[in-house]
């Protein structure tokens, strides 16, 4: 089990007067029910692919997409199908003159995070899709940490499939959806498991009733106020961030400074590891990277993408806030960041070399 929030006891409350008030029939309709991410991922990708494969075989998608994305394309390129995987400038932002030039009359779905999951950085969604459109070729945008959080607009932003999960708006845990096109165009997908016909034919197997009702409340609950909680989320991330530079030098900030989500902050502490920040703010929930990496030594493959070296990547930490985050619990951890920051550089050799003007690029370290 997991905690409950504020946000957990009302949508349970919604989920127990669901069928006294027909909320499922009005939540399935707003939120047609689907697994989880991976799934919807993987359906939007390949069931496009099957479709459509008589038409072309060609997909475009980013270096820093999720996991979901990247490992279904790697599986479509193993059936014999080509991916081109567009790089990303030092901001994280894709350049889209290197998507247009990447397009070509076999291209059939170009795949792009709406924004990531750990820099948070948003990507130019609605140009994105004029191009596609303009191009006709099919735009799938993984929208799981946008949506609940910015505003998202399938028409106008010409968005003909999308990948939104529960979870990430303060839903509950193994419920998604996916947004299909029904018409300008019509998108048509090809089911990848046989069963009883459940979701219109797409997706067999038992409804997740609660789930579902839960999606739709969430839904509601985080589109009213989104304006303000933008505006108040902005703010604090700012508070934190400006805390941070005037008291701790060589630090950075990882993704676009202005294109990214509200309450979204990856920073790199110079000649502090990770791993040994995290224990040393241990009452402090953050993480080192994303959560679907976390068993990984590696270097984030996000941050690479975006040139940053391994020893910056090793250093990064994701920080986020949130509905229930206050401006105490800013200020506390940012305490807590920069007192532990400069503790865990006094024990740090490096940190000295550096501030005594040694090239530390210019050393040959001997083999261990």
Avoid at 13 to 35: E, F, M, N, T
Avoid at 305 to 323: M, T, Y
Wanted: charged residues 25%; aromatic residues 6%; negative net charge.
């Amino acid at each position: 089990m997991y905690g409950m929030t504020d946000a957990d006891k009302l949508l349970l409350d919604a989920i127990a007067g669901g069928h006294r008030d027909g909320s499922i029939a009005d939540a399935q309709s707003k939120v047609p029910a689907r697994l989880g991410l991976v799934d919807l991922d993987q359906i939007a990708e390949k069931g496009a692919f099957e479709l459509f494969k008589d038409r072309g075989d060609h997909i475009i998608t980013v270096a820093t997409e999720h996991k979901a994305v990247l490992d279904a394309a790697k599986r479509l390129e193993k059936e014999g199908f080509r991916v081109t995987y567009l790089p990303v400038k030092k901001n994280g932002l894709i350049d889209l003159d290197v998507l247009e030039a990447a397009i070509t009359p076999k291209t059939i779905l170009v795949s792009v995070m709406f924004a990531n999951n750990e820099i948070g950085v948003l990507q130019p969604i609605a140009e994105i899709g004029a191009l596609c459109r303009q191009h006709h070729v099919l735009f799938h945008t993984d929208a799981v940490q946008a949506v609940g959080k910015v505003p998202v607009d399938v028409n106008a932003m010409q968005i003909d499939l999308m990948s939104i999960s529960a979870h990430k708006m303060y839903g509950p845990k193994g419920i998604g959806a996916l947004f299909v096109r029904r018409r300008k165009p019509r998108v048509r997908l090809e089911a990848l498991i046989d069963g009883g016909g459940h979701e219109r034919g797409m997706r067999s197997g038992t409804l997740n009733v609660p789930g579902i009702v839960g999606f739709g409340a969430a839904a509601a609950a985080c589109a009213d106020g989104m304006k303000d909680e933008i505006a108040r989320l902005t703010a604090l991330r700012t508070r934190f961030w400006e805390r941070l530079k005037r008291d701790l030098d060589e630090i950075h900030l990882n993704g676009d400074a202005e294109q990214r989500l509200p309450g979204n902050l990856n920073i790199s502490f110079a000649y502090v590891e990770g791993e040994a920040m995290m224990m040393a703010i241990k009452d402090v929930a953050v993480s080192s990277g994303s959560a679907c990496t976390s068993a990984s030594l590696e270097p984030s493959y996000v941050l690479r993408a975006l040139g940053v070296g391994d020893d910056l990547a090793h250093s990064s930490i994701r920080f986020g806030l949130g509905r229930f985050t206050t401006q105490e619990e800013v200020d506390f951890v940012a305490d807590l960041v920069i007192s532990r920051v400069k503790k865990l550089r006094e024990m740090s050799p490096l940190y000295e070399m550096a501030k005594e003007g040694i090239d530390l690029n210019s050393i040959e370290w001997a083999a261990h």
